[in-house]
T-cell receptor, first 112, second 114 residues
Framework: GENVEQHPSTLSVQEGDSAVIKCTYSDSASNYFPWYKQELGKGPQLIIDIRSNVGEKKDQRIAVTLNKTAKHFSLHITETQPEDSAVYFCAAQAQAGTALIFGKGTTLSVSS | GAGVSQTPSNKVTEKGKYVELRCDPISGHTALYWYRQSLGQGPEFLIYFQGTGAADDSGLPNDRFFAVRPEGSVSTLKIQRTERGDSAVYLC????????????FGPGTRLLVL
């Protein structure tokens, strides 16, 4: 089955810097890749997603890139702010599947 | 409109007891999912409903776990003979129609089995 690996597990940046989180997946049939932000005591919140027919997607300070050949995708946050501090999860879903397979998460800390 | 809601927000029970966790999906969403999240881990899939039927229950760990969605809206996850290892956050998500659409998560129920 699908396996998603996420790096780094923790990331500390200064306010205004950029942050990059990387994920790799194993199942070449996966075609949907969402990113979720989870704050303490809350459920995961979708921040951006990308499908396999697109190589890059951007929404204001957040962007996601996908390399299908290498089976990896990345989250890029520019001009980080303290409120970006949270745990970020990548996930993958196969075309014929239903479950989102999640990575283990990255704890992002943005210090002012 | 309202998001996915889950009750209770916290549940403490004793080993061997029976618990029920409730999920109210976003109005109009036909697809509903249950996930379990252990401390420091990503959510792990348990079961997926399309309407009233369980379309995929491959993630349920054993037969102590069961879920229903009798009217195609609210769902209840039922755990029999709870074990300490069942302690986790149980997350519910819903999507508009099918499994290929965005899944919106609720706040979760934090279950602690003593």
């Amino acid at each position: 089955g699908e396996n998603v690996e996420q790096h780094p597990s923790t990331l500390s940046v200064q306010e205004g810097d950029s942050a990059v989180i990387k994920c790799t997946y194993s199942d070449s049939a996966s075609n949907y890749f969402p990113w979720y932000k989870q704050e303490l005591g809350k459920g995961p919140q979708l921040i951006i997603d990308i499908r396999s027919n697109v190589g890059e997607k951007k929404d204001q300070r957040i962007a996601v890139t996908l390399n299908k050949t290498a089976k990896h995708f990345s989250l890029h946050i520019t001009e980080t702010q303290p409120e970006d501090s949270a745990v970020y999860f990548c996930a993958a879903q196969a075309q014929a599947g239903t479950a989102l397979i999640f990575g283990k998460g990255t704890t992002l800390s943005v210090s002012s | 409109g309202a998001g996915v809601s889950q009750t209770p927000s916290n549940k403490v029970t004793e080993k061997g007891k029976y618990v029920e966790l409730r999920c109210d999906p976003i109005s109009g969403h036909t697809a509903l999912y249950w996930y379990r999240q252990s401390l420091g881990q990503g959510p792990e899939f348990l079961i997926y409903f399309q309407g009233t039927g369980a379309a995929d229950d491959s993630g349920l760990p054993n037969d102590r776990f069961f879920a229903v969605r009798p009217e195609g809206s609210v769902s209840t996850l039922k755990i029999q003979r709870t074990e300490r290892g069942d302690s986790a956050v149980y997350l519910c998500a819903s999507s508009l129609m099918g499994s290929q659409e965005t899944q919106y998560f609720g706040p979760g129920t934090r279950l602690l089995v003593l």
